[in-house]
Antibody
Framework: QVQLVQSGAEVKKPGASVKVSCKASGYTFTSYGISWVRQAPGQGLEWMGWISAYNGNTNYAQKLQGRVTMTTDTSTSTAYMELRSLRSDDTAVYYC???????????WGQGTLVTVSS | EIVLTQSPATLSLSPGERATLSCGASQSVSSSYLAWYQQKPGLAPRLLIYDASSRATGIPDRFSGSGSGTDFTLTISRLEPEDFAVYYCQQYGSSPYTFGQGTKLEIK
């Protein structure tokens, strides 16, 4: 079955970077893209960006431009999201989801809690 | 950026009742590229409806979606105990792919 498995929880200090992984299985990785969505504690869902696993094209949310980088490793069917210059308001659960261009998000990974605290 | 506004923020109903959740868009959502997701505490969102009215694989037929343009609705015909959760709408027609703020469906 189609599955996305994310890396484990992280605790980071302000100003540091975090890199979250999302390993895909059960489908042809390069036929889809991966979107990243985050959810601050008790809050709603925020789209962060998208990467094509076919050609590496990216589209980032404007508010994260310059701080976020999304990449893929097609040899291991894994997507990565790196967020730099972390602040306390980056504390959130980060989700990856399989997508196609202009399509719904399905399925989702289980989520990775990133806590930013001094 | 398309802003999605969901109403009501909280809906209190009993099992067996009908639930109607609304999602309004600040501008027309192209080609009805709108999805609905269900999220339970501690879990990732789950796709229910895509393209405004198509049910995702394995979703019971008590869930239905409708609407176009700027007004969309998710209807749950007869609430089951497992349906009490938070529901989000999302548009994927134009970047950024925005979400509504969510409707919490709680047991009355």
């Amino acid at each position: 079955q189609v599955q996305l498995v994310q890396s484990g929880a992280e605790v980071k200090k302000p100003g540091a970077s975090v890199k979250v992984s999302c390993k895909a299985s059960g489908y042809t990785f390069t036929s889809y893209g991966i979107s990243w969505v985050r959810q601050a504690p008790g809050q709603g869902l925020e789209w962060m960006g998208w990467i094509s696993a076919y050609n590496g094209n990216t589209n980032y949310a404007q508010k994260l431009q310059g701080r976020v980088t999304m990449t893929t490793d097609t040899s291991t069917s894994t997507a990565y999201m790196e967020l730099r210059s972390l602040r306390s308001d980056d504390t959130a659960v980060y989700y990856c989801a399989r997508v196609r261009l202009r399509s719904w998000f399905d399925p989702w990974g289980q989520g990775t809690l990133v806590t930013v605290s001094s | 950026e398309i802003v999605l506004t969901q109403s009501p923020a909280t809906l209190s109903l009993s099992p067996g009742e009908r639930a109607t959740l609304s999602c309004g868009a600040s501008q027309s959502v192209s080609s009805s590229y709108l999805a609905w997701y269900q999220q339970k505490p501690g879990l990732a969102p789950r796709l229910l409806i895509y393209d405004a009215s198509s049910r995702a694989t394995g979703i019971p037929d008590r869930f239905s979606g409708s609407g176009s343009g700027t007004d969309f609705t998710l209807t749950i015909s007869r609430l089951e105990p497992e349906d009490f959760a938070v529901y989000y709408c999302q548009q994927y027609g134009s970047s950024p792919y925005t979400f509504g703020q969510g409707t919490k469906l709680e047991i009355k």
